[in-house]
């Protein structure tokens, strides 16, 4: 559910909300050095410094979502980051090494790796530790903000509750201190409708309390409310076109949010068909990892027929972004086509589940309990992944508190560029 961008923070300089801030500018991602060898079960091949287990978790959900066999040295890749506590951090270099005080773990990366875990059926040895840190890091006021004890936002917020959702635990249950639940946490987060923007999800109060409509935050509250997770399948029963934008006073119920948030969407691409980057500098150009996000909550919400102009758009234009950003904005691409029962083998004229698998390893003949199939060869090869995934910028956006990035769009808002 659920950063993107720059891969870079500036983990030791600003505390953008928490703690970190792009360092590299929008339009360049960094690349890793020629001297750093990367793990052979990672995919993608820039520095996976702040967005590894974010895009591996996507890669390994989206691959999943396609039926594709999934390497098992990636799945060990995933699984070998977390720490002791059940927690993940973006990357660590050196798996061996135990966590410590320094070791920057954060909701977003355990919370997508739960995810893409718990689709996989991995041990609950990994999963269930990884949960019950997540539960212990929760805010008063219900939600999780990016960082451990960082102010609640919707896109972590949201992402958290898609993997308490895989592991089928009872998102009601999950009371905070205050008493409190997650679903509490995304209701005081929907924009009244009688305020500017209406029915949309702020990414966090502002200092006075007030909230501002976010389109990013919006996707990702949108599954959120809903209680999907990423790779989100549409809703059977369609919402008319001509369903209200918003609707409910006051305080609204989680359907009301839901639907209002999905509504603001609506509007949101129906001159152009996708949102606009909201990152500074690259003002006046498309947002493709969050319109690719739009794309799914539409669909969850029960507007696949709105969600139909965004989709075209994607087909038609976001192939150069995949191809430079990497796996993170394939599986992006391909949580999209399949939340609206399109053919993410067909996309636009290109094979997104081939693309995405030569970002990564191929399966071994070790991995099949059969003989190997065509799966195989859709994960051959090893293509440059460009970016840092979305859900980091996710991470550095949301931890930044400059609210972009959930789902995921690469969730590094670098691969929107």
């Not at 996507?58 to 594709?68: G, I, K, N, S």
């Not at 066999?69 to 951090?89: E, I, M, P, S, Y």
């Not at 019950?132 to 949201?158: E, R």
């Not at 004229?349 to 065509?374: C, F």
Request: net charge negative.
């Amino acid at each position: 559910m659920f950063v993107r961008r720059s891969a870079v923070v500036l983990a030791a300089t600003a505390v953008i909300g928490t703690a970190f801030a792009p360092a590299a500018p929008a339009d360049e991602s960094p690349s890793a050095s020629p001297s750093q060898a990367l793990p052979t079960g990672l995919f993608g091949s820039t520095d996976p410094t702040y967005d590894g287990v974010w895009r591996q978790s996507l890669a390994l959900l989206a691959q999943h979502t396609m039926d594709v066999k999934t390497a098992g040295k990636a799945v060990d890749w995933l699984t070998g980051q977390q720490c002791a506590n059940g927690a993940f951090a973006a990357y660590r270099a050196d798996p061996a090494a135990k966590c410590d005080a320094k070791t920057q773990i954060d909701t977003n990366s355990t919370a997508a790796a739960v995810q893409a875990l718990a689709e996989l059926e991995e041990d609950d040895a990994t999963t269930g530790p990884a949960v019950k840190w997540l539960k212990s890091v929760q805010n008063k006021d219900g939600g999780w903000g990016y960082l451990p004890g960082g102010a609640t936002d919707t896109n972590s917020t949201s992402v958290v509750i898609g993997a308490l959702e895989a592991t089928d635990t009872d998102v009601e249950g999950v009371r905070s201190k205050g008493g409190r639940t997650p679903y509490d946490a995304l209701r005081g987060l929907s924009v009244p409708c009688d305020e500017d923007g209406g029915g949309a999800f702020a990414f966090q109060p502002d200092k006075k309390g007030a909230l501002a409509a976010n389109a990013d935050a919006t996707a990702a509250g949108v599954l959120g409310a809903l209680g999907e997770g990423l790779a989100a399948v549409p809703d059977d029963e369609p919402v008319s076109p001509k369903a209200p934008t918003c609707a409910g006073k006051g305080s609204v119920t989680l359907d009301e949010a839901a639907a209002n948030g999905a509504g603001y969407l609506v509007g949101a691409v129906a001159k152009t068909g996708h949102l606009e980057s909201s990152l500074p500098g690259a003002e006046d150009q498309p947002d493709y990892g969050n319109t690719a996000d739009t794309v799914v909550a539409l669909a969850a919400a029960g507007r696949t027929a709105d969600a139909r102009k965004p989709l075209a758009w994607l087909e038609k234009n976001a192939a150069a972004w995949a191809a430079k950003s990497g796996p993170a904005a394939y599986a992006q691409l391909i949580f999209a086509a399949h939340a609206t029962g399109s053919s993410p083998s067909d996309f636009g004229g290109a094979d997104l589940v081939k693309q995405l698998g030569r970002t990564g390893p191929a399966p071994s003949p070790s991995d099949y309990s059969a003989a190997p199939s065509d799966s195989a060869d859709e994960q051959s090869g090893n293509e440059d992944d460009g970016g840092v995934s979305v859900w980091w910028i996710i991470g550095v956006g949301l931890v930044g508190g400059i609210g972009i990035g959930f789902l995921i769009s690469g969730r590094t808002r670098k691969q929107q560029l």
